[in-house]
């Protein structure tokens, strides 16, 4: 059945098939991603947005929980409604966020209904705060927030942390559903382009097949038919166009056959006629259907006076017009081939049968603009002569090679101007490409790496074998390779650095490595010379932090430095010294470990004390003492200073260092180093004298330090000796006012010599506390404040249970000048709430506190619940001499006072340091 369709008709068939299946494997994957789209889109409108949810509601659960601890310690009704406020919006935040829990939760309603529950049993024990606040009762609101509202909070926390850990589960689950649907897309996917591609190789070779093996057929017939066998039929019985031509070759030769004996008289030139019309049919029948109609190529046959007889559909395109607008026009008039004189050659190339090739851009008679590559050969067919233009368009190929002759002018530009040396390899280790400044590297030119492998340009076999198994890597791994080695040029050692690249194909597989090897030689000597210049400072900067550090000694500085000027120097030997003030001699606190180890001195001889001989100091060690300046020398036994150097059995001293550690003119010490690796320097020195002179100053100031000690000794002892009588000068008053108080009857009286007393006995405690104190600039007055509660208490014979006294202070340093003031106006508060905010024994509390605020301000308030102060009183222009004093003490610290008449009477005093 297949057979018997139009050729035309199986290609369309086989065409339609292959669409069908490329469209079943698109509408398969959109399927697949609309229900990738549905799972995110869930994950979004469920887990995800319940998640944040969750989070928020957590988050705003801890910010009311805090935000009660601030309505518990606010100060004022502004501070107490804003905390409040703050609650409410927080609240109002949660139960929406609750709401979206309800719509969007996909698990069992009673869990978020659970913790929904627990929030909403959180709003009787915040009313119950805020009455009790409302009440004054801020102690029994704080317990509560604390206790109660802590625990709630802790509760519903745990509840929030369940809807989240089964939000974050159903997203895992969304997740993995979408991993399988995923593995099962890919998997329908493969196979369906596997049976598709299987289907189309089928249809090829059936296409293939039903087209090619008639023809073979009909050519072979047709060759039987012209060596002179008529009786030759066709086994084609196809309908299409292929079994047309087949029985008509038939029916020809039945009517060769039928006409066998006319043909047989006329034998010689009907054979001659049938051979040479065989062959044209051979040749049309070719060309026509394989080479003419099948080529990509544009092909066109013009007779001698330039009419198109022929052409293919290829060549109609590329010229912009039809078949039949071809056919009507001359080819000198297709395009313009005029130019440059080609028309002329195509006329010698018909005359003189030469072939002809050009390539150009031309606008054909139809308005199709094009890159042509056209060629022009001379036919003879039928004995006439035609021309054959056959014609391709390298439009794309033109515009693919201007854009890799600019990228490799591009490519060539940057590689010869950038400092780097480029190089690039080919699959076979070859260079490929050299930039030109390679020969300031190794003295080849650039041309001469080409085609050539490390081996071949006389590299060694262990460096040619090191690089080529890199580049290999390369090109096995297509991953970047990166080496740094150092290199010996025509010039100088170097240190480089070279990346090895790849370069890919179209395809993915790399085709070449780049080489680029940067020239790190001057970064790596400055790296050097800053790491001995780092070093340097190091030391320099470890020696001046000891100027700060109370702790070191001189024995540690001395230590500290000798190890710095051995490491600096790189030098074997040396010690570090002092000069002792008090007759001159150089005593070494620190020295290397040489004696009696590689040197041969007895113990006896072994000194570390060097005393100067008549007024000099001797040797090479005292060369540089002599002359308050440092030195060195390579060559010690051509110095003057040598001759009885060092006693016998000494190491050998094969080079010297020294510089003396002065301090102005004073000399202070001396380091000196013996026995570098290498020859010592100016540099060297320079450091070294450097470090001496950080040295002199370390220990000068380390003495100054200590004398400094002793001074401050004598003085902490006398200033604490003045506080100890100003405490008992004191004490001697309050005794005084004592003895007068037992001659004194009248209430008022004594009332007045009580409380001065008790004023002068706090003044007398600051002084006290002081002298205990290792600070005689600052006194811990939380402490104080304790124990002024406590004399007043005994002094007024109150008991605490009747009247309670809650200290609430930090610890605060205050002083002097600030610390008598407070003490005075604590005195002074506290004293009156005992003698008038309780009367006739009532029972009542008094709240101290002490602390600073986030302004840095000093807070020191005194609170009752007594009696309180009336509205009608004025305490500012009170006559009496507590409230008076009160204020100029206050006024003393340069703060501000405050008094809050609310449930008893609350005086604030606010001031700064």
Same mark, same amino acid.
């Given at each position: 059945?297949f057979?018997?369709?139009?050729?035309?008709?199986?290609?369309?068939?086989?065409?339609?098939?292959?669409?069908?299946?490329?469209?079943?494997?698109?509408?398969?994957?959109?399927d697949?991603?609309?229900?990738?789209?549905?799972i995110?889109?869930?994950?979004?409108?469920?887990?995800?947005?319940?998640?944040?949810?969750?989070?928020?509601?957590?988050?705003?659960?801890?910010?009311?929980?805090?935000?009660?601890k601030?309505?518990?310690?606010?100060?004022?009704?502004?501070?107490?409604n804003?905390?409040?406020?703050t609650?409410?919006?927080?609240?109002?935040?949660?139960?929406?966020?609750?709401?979206?829990?309800?719509?969007?939760?996909?698990?069992?309603?009673?869990?978020?209904?659970?913790?929904?529950?627990?929030?909403?049993?959180?709003?009787?024990?915040r009313?119950?705060v805020?009455?009790?606040?409302?009440?004054?009762?801020?102690?029994?609101?704080?317990?509560?927030?604390?206790?109660?509202?802590?625990?709630?909070?802790?509760?519903?926390?745990?509840?929030?942390?369940?809807?989240?850990?089964?939000?974050?589960? !159903?997203?895992? @689950?969304?997740?993995?559903?979408?991993? +399988?649907?995923? *593995?099962? /897309?890919? &998997?329908?996917?493969?196979? %369906?382009?596997?049976?598709?591609?299987?289907?189309?190789?089928?249809?090829?070779?059936?296409?293939t097949?039903?087209?090619?093996?008639?023809?073979?057929?009909?050519?072979?017939?047709?060759?039987?038919?012209?060596?002179?066998?008529?009786?030759?039929?066709?086994?084609?019985?196809?309908?299409?166009?292929?079994?047309?031509?087949?029985?008509?070759?038939?029916?020809?030769?039945?009517?060769?056959?039928?006409?066998?004996?006319e043909?047989?008289?006329?034998?010689?030139e009907?054979?001659?006629?049938? !051979?040479?019309? @065989?062959r044209?049919?051979?040749?049309a +029948?070719?060309? *026509?259907? /394989?080479? &003419?109609?099948?080529?990509? %190529?544009?092909?066109?046959?013009?007779?001698?006076?330039?009419?198109?007889?022929?052409?293919?559909e290829?060549?109609?395109?590329?010229v912009g017009?039809?078949?039949?607008?071809?056919?009507?026009?001359?080819?000198?008039t297709?395009?313009?081939?005029?130019i440059?004189?080609?028309y002329?050659?195509?006329?010698?190339?018909?005359?003189?049968?030469?072939?002809?090739?050009?390539?150009?851009?031309?606008?054909?008679?139809?308005?199709?603009?094009?890159?042509?590559?056209?060629?022009f050969?001379?036919?003879?067919?039928?004995?006439?002569?035609?021309?054959?233009?056959?014609?391709?368009?390298?439009?794309?190929l033109?515009?693919?090679?201007?854009?890799?002759?600019?990228?490799?002018?591009?490519?060539r530009?940057?590689a010869?101007?950038?400092?780097?040396?480029?190089?690039?390899?080919?699959?076979?280790?070859?260079?490929?490409?050299?930039?030109?400044?390679?020969?300031?590297l190794?003295?080849?030119?650039?041309?001469d790496?080409?085609?050539?492998?490390?081996?071949?340009?006389?590299?060694?076999?262990?460096?040619?074998?090191?690089?080529?198994?890199?580049?290999?890597?390369?090109f096995?791994?297509?991953?970047?390779?990166?080496?740094?080695?150092?290199?010996?040029?025509?010039?100088?050692?170097?240190?480089?650095?070279?990346?090895?690249?790849?370069?890919f194909?179209?395809?993915?597989?790399?085709?070449?490595?780049?080489?680029?090897?940067?020239?790190?030689?001057?970064?790596?000597?400055?790296?050097?010379?800053?790491?001995?210049?780092?070093?340097?400072?190091?030391?320099?900067?470890?020696v001046?932090?000891?100027?700060?550090?109370?702790?070191?000694?001189?024995d540690?500085?001395?230590n500290?430095?000798?190890?710095?000027?051995?490491?600096l120097?790189?030098?074997?030997?040396?010690?570090?010294?002092?000069?002792?003030?008090?007759?001159?001699?150089?005593?070494?606190?620190?020295?290397?470990?040489?004696?009696?180890?590689?040197?041969?001195?007895?113990?006896?001889?072994?000194?570390?004390?060097?005393?100067?001989?008549?007024?000099?100091?001797?040797?090479?060690?005292?060369?540089?003492?002599?002359?308050?300046?440092g030195?060195?020398?390579?060559?010690?036994?051509?110095?003057?200073?040598?001759?009885?150097?060092?006693?016998?059995?000494?190491?050998?001293?094969?080079?010297?260092?020294?510089?003396?550690?002065?301090?102005?003119?004073?000399?202070?010490?001396?380091?000196a180093?013996?026995?570098?690796?290498?020859?010592?320097?100016?540099?060297?020195?320079?450091?070294?004298?450097?470090?001496?002179?950080?040295?002199a100053?370390?220990?000068?100031?380390?003495?100054?330090?200590?004398?400094?000690?002793?001074?401050?000794?004598?003085?902490?002892s006398?200033?604490q000796?003045?506080?100890?009588?100003?405490?008992?000068?004191?004490?001697?008053?309050s005794?005084m006012?004592e003895?007068?108080?037992?001659?004194?009857?009248?209430?008022?009286?004594?009332?007045?010599?009580?409380?001065?007393?008790?004023?002068?006995?706090?003044?007398?405690?600051?002084?006290?506390?002081?002298?205990?104190?290792?600070?005689f600039?600052?006194?811990?007055?939380?402490?104080?404040?304790?124990?002024?509660?406590?004399?007043?208490?005994?002094?007024?014979?109150?008991?605490?249970?009747?009247?309670?006294?809650?200290?609430?202070?930090?610890s605060?340093?205050?002083?002097?000048?600030?610390?008598?003031?407070?003490a005075?106006?604590?005195?002074?508060?506290i004293?009156?709430?005992?003698?008038?905010?309780?009367?006739?024994?009532?029972?009542?509390?008094?709240?101290?506190?002490?602390h600073?605020?986030?302004?840095?301000?000093?807070?020191?308030?005194?609170k009752?619940?007594?009696?309180?102060?009336?509205?009608?009183?004025?305490?500012?222009?009170?006559?009496?001499?507590?409230?008076?004093?009160?204020?100029?003490?206050?006024?003393?610290l340069?703060?501000?006072?405050?008094?809050?008449?609310?449930?008893?009477?609350?005086?604030?005093?606010?001031?700064?340091?």
């Amino acid at each position: 059945m297949f057979r018997n369709l139009k050729i035309g008709l199986r290609l369309h068939i086989g065409f339609a098939i292959i669409l069908l299946l490329l469209i079943g494997v698109g509408l398969i994957g959109i399927d697949r991603m609309k229900f990738l789209s549905n799972i995110t889109h869930n994950m979004h409108d469920h887990p995800l947005t319940v998640s944040n949810a969750v989070l928020r509601v957590d988050v705003n659960i801890i910010k009311i929980h805090r935000a009660m601890k601030d309505v518990t310690l606010s100060t004022g009704q502004a501070d107490f409604n804003e905390a409040v406020r703050t609650v409410d919006n927080l609240e109002n935040e949660v139960y929406k966020d609750f709401e979206i829990i309800k719509e969007r939760f996909l698990g069992d309603k009673r869990m978020h209904e659970k913790a929904l529950e627990l929030f909403t049993a959180w709003k009787p024990i915040r009313d119950e705060v805020i009455s009790l606040m409302n009440s004054n009762k801020r102690n029994e609101a704080a317990a509560i927030t604390k206790g109660k509202g802590a625990k709630h909070v802790e509760k519903l926390e745990k509840s929030m942390s369940v809807l989240s850990d089964f939000a974050y589960n !159903k997203a895992h @689950t969304f997740l993995a559903d979408t991993d +399988l649907k995923k *593995k099962n /897309t890919f &998997l329908i996917i493969y196979t %369906i382009v596997f049976l598709a591609s299987l289907i189309v190789v089928i249809l090829s070779v059936l296409l293939t097949k039903s087209i090619t093996h008639p023809l073979k057929s009909l050519i072979h017939a047709a060759n039987e038919v012209g060596k002179g066998k008529l009786d030759t039929k066709i086994p084609v019985d196809a309908a299409d166009e292929i079994g047309m031509l087949s029985a008509g070759f038939n029916r020809m030769t039945e009517d060769l056959m039928a006409n066998h004996q006319e043909i047989e008289s006329n034998h010689s030139e009907l054979e001659s006629r049938v !051979k040479e019309r @065989t062959r044209e049919l051979e040749d049309a +029948l070719f060309f *026509k259907d /394989t080479i &003419l109609e099948e080529s990509l %190529i544009g092909i066109a046959i013009y007779d001698e006076s330039g009419q198109c007889t022929a052409l293919n559909e290829s060549f109609a395109k590329m010229v912009g017009a039809s078949k039949k607008q071809v056919l009507d026009q001359n080819y000198n008039t297709i395009a313009s081939w005029k130019i440059s004189g080609m028309y002329d050659q195509v006329k010698r190339a018909l005359q003189t049968d030469s072939k002809l090739r050009f390539e150009f851009s031309s606008t054909t008679t139809f308005g199709k603009q094009a890159d042509l590559l056209c060629y022009f050969s001379p036919v003879l067919w039928q004995k006439q002569q035609y021309l054959m233009l056959m014609i391709d368009d390298i439009s794309e190929l033109k515009n693919l090679e201007k854009e890799i002759r600019s990228s490799e002018e591009k490519y060539r530009t940057l590689a010869e101007n950038l400092p780097d040396y480029i190089f690039r390899y080919d699959n076979e280790l070859r260079h490929l490409y050299a930039s030109p400044n390679v020969v300031s590297l190794s003295g080849r030119e650039a041309d001469d790496y080409t085609g050539k492998t490390h081996a071949e340009l006389g590299y060694d076999e262990k460096e040619s074998s090191f690089w080529g198994l890199k580049i290999r890597e390369v090109f096995d791994t297509g991953e970047m390779r990166e080496e740094k080695f150092y290199y010996q040029s025509s010039d100088r050692l170097r240190f480089l650095n070279r990346r090895l690249l790849p370069e890919f194909n179209d395809k993915g597989s790399v085709k070449s490595v780049i080489g680029i090897t940067r020239d790190l030689t001057d970064w790596k000597e400055m790296e050097e010379r800053l790491e001995r210049e780092l070093s340097f400072q190091s030391a320099v900067a470890e020696v001046s932090e000891s100027l700060l550090n109370p702790d070191i000694n001189i024995d540690e500085i001395a230590n500290l430095v000798h190890k710095r000027a051995l490491t600096l120097t790189d030098s074997n030997h040396g010690y570090a010294a002092i000069c002792d003030l008090e007759n001159g001699d150089i005593v070494c606190l620190t020295m290397t470990n040489m004696m009696g180890r590689e040197c041969l001195i007895s113990e006896e001889e072994q000194k570390i004390r060097f005393p100067k001989i008549d007024g000099k100091y001797p040797g090479l060690w005292g060369h540089s003492l002599n002359a308050e300046k440092g030195f060195y020398t390579n060559s010690p036994d051509d110095h003057e200073a040598y001759k009885r150097c060092a006693p016998k059995g000494h190491i050998k001293i094969e080079r010297f260092l020294s510089a003396p550690a002065m301090s102005g003119k004073k000399l202070i010490g001396q380091i000196a180093l013996a026995n570098s690796s290498e020859d010592y320097t100016d540099k060297d020195l320079h450091r070294i004298e450097h470090l001496a002179s950080v040295f002199a100053v370390a220990i000068d100031r380390k003495r100054m330090e200590e004398e400094i000690k002793e001074s401050l000794k004598e003085k902490e002892s006398l200033l604490q000796e003045i506080h100890h009588r100003v405490k008992n000068n004191m004490q001697i008053i309050s005794a005084m006012l004592e003895l007068q108080l037992e001659n004194i009857n009248d209430e008022n009286d004594r009332a007045l010599f009580t409380d001065s007393q008790n004023r002068i006995n706090a003044m007398a405690a600051i002084h006290e506390k002081l002298y205990e104190s290792d600070n005689f600039a600052m006194i811990d007055f939380s402490e104080y404040i304790c124990d002024i509660v406590f004399h007043l208490y005994a002094i007024y014979g109150v008991t605490p249970s009747v009247i309670e006294c809650k200290v609430d202070v930090e610890s605060v340093y205050l002083p002097i000048d600030k610390a008598i003031p407070c003490a005075l106006i604590l005195n002074e508060l506290i004293s009156n709430s005992l003698k008038h905010a309780f009367p006739e024994k009532r029972e009542g509390k008094i709240g101290v506190n002490f602390h600073k605020d986030d302004r840095d301000r000093y807070v020191l308030s005194v609170k009752d619940n007594g009696v309180g102060i009336p509205e009608g009183v004025d305490f500012g222009a009170s006559e009496t001499l507590g409230l008076t004093l009160i204020k100029t003490l206050t006024d003393q610290l340069d703060g501000s006072i405050e008094l809050n008449r609310s449930n008893g009477a609350e005086f604030t005093i606010l001031f700064r340091e």
